[in-house]
């Protein structure tokens, strides 16, 4: 009989358990019918597994502090050495984002899966807890398919995002019940809701750009990578790095984007200047024709009061410099983010402050650990979140 059990089969537990099977018998218990859900739906199926980049400034929640011993005893570098040892081949891409050099998440959770065989980790799949008590110096777990006692108990239920992969509130609830405080939860890592109907109209329209988040004229995050138009605002992965700053931000928020940010503003006047005399026949609002994606280039027109009724010669330095504005801050009201369904991580969860960021053990409750999302700790878009749940769960599972 296992002495350690782990709760949730993710990316945090299976780490979790490869760890705790050095140290004795190990059970790992998952509610769904299978392991890895939502480690397979990462990174669009790719499954980016790290960033070579991964610091504190790409955290976030009460402490960010609280994730240094655990990136320091298990870096990019040590968490890639892992997975090389468990045979799986990987490639670094722009930005320090690793990923399977397969190009596919299956490839990952093949290698955790063989490893947890290798190493005797008995696995319940089908097993959703639903009740967890302290008895004498250890645990009691009560499931749908039986009960368990354990010695040793580390939580890595994950979070409530990505309720249709798998994503819970479990592991808030049990620990509550054994005396731990929870932060407001958010939705993280998802796309932006806008009250306005550009995004709609430009729907499907991918761009780099440099994208802000203001209240009023005052930023409160900015990121540049892809900005993906939908029909109910925008998405992609700048979008998803500044969602947490408008789930915490209130009302009253916009995005903007800077669709040229290796260019400044004038740079841009003296292009539409010469545009203008090149094009000087043609519809005024065709003037971008050849800068951006055509439909983009008429709304950006339309948003600076260029319309195609006149030529473009017929337009005046006051209207190109309108238009050399938008080009550098197209601004649309922010009505909210998408929910937690939606959602690839959970911004707030269990307090770190009840855990010792050296071992990951509770302070309230002795034999107690936990790991990964379920803890109030969230990362940047990037490989973050997921660097985050391997060295934390390799962290728990040394049972220190």
Known sequence: ???????????????????????????????????????????????????????????????????????????????????????????????????????????????????????????????????????????????????????????????????????VTDGYTLLEGLGHRRTKLYPALVALRCASDYPKALKGIRVVARASVLRGETPLGAETGDVLFTDTGVSGTAIFSLSRSVSAGGAGLSVSLDLFPEETEQTLLGDLRRRREAFASRPANELLVGAVQNRLGLMLCKAAGVSGGAPASALDDKTLAVLARRLKDFRFPVSGVGGFDAAQVTAGGIATADFDPETLQSRLVPGLYACGEVLDIDGDCGGFNLQWAWASGLLAGELR
Request: proline letters at 4%.
């Open 1 to 167: 009989m296992s002495e350690i059990f782990i709760l949730g089969g993710g990316a945090s537990g299976m780490a979790a358990a490869l760890g705790a099977a050095a140290h004795g018998p190990v059970t790992l218990l998952e509610r769904q019918a299978r392991l890895g859900r939502k480690l397979l739906a990462t990174g669009n199926g790719r499954c980016n597994l790290s960033n070579t980049a991964a610091g504190q400034e790409h955290y976030h929640g009460a402490d960010p502090a609280f994730i240094r011993p655990a990136l320091a005893a298990y870096p990019p570098a040590a968490v890639l050495r892992f997975f090389h040892e468990l045979g799986l081949r990987t490639a670094e891409e722009y930005g320090g984002r690793v990923y399977p050099r397969s190009d596919h998440a299956a490839s990952v959770l093949d290698v955790l899966r063989i490893a947890l065989e290798q190493r005797g980790v008995t696995v319940r799949t089908g097993c959703p807890v639903r009740g967890l008590r302290r008895s004498g110096d250890g645990f009691v777990i009560d499931c749908e398919t039986g009960r368990f006692s354990a010695k040793k108990l580390i939580v890595a239920c994950g979070g409530c995002a990505g309720g249709k992969l798998g994503g």
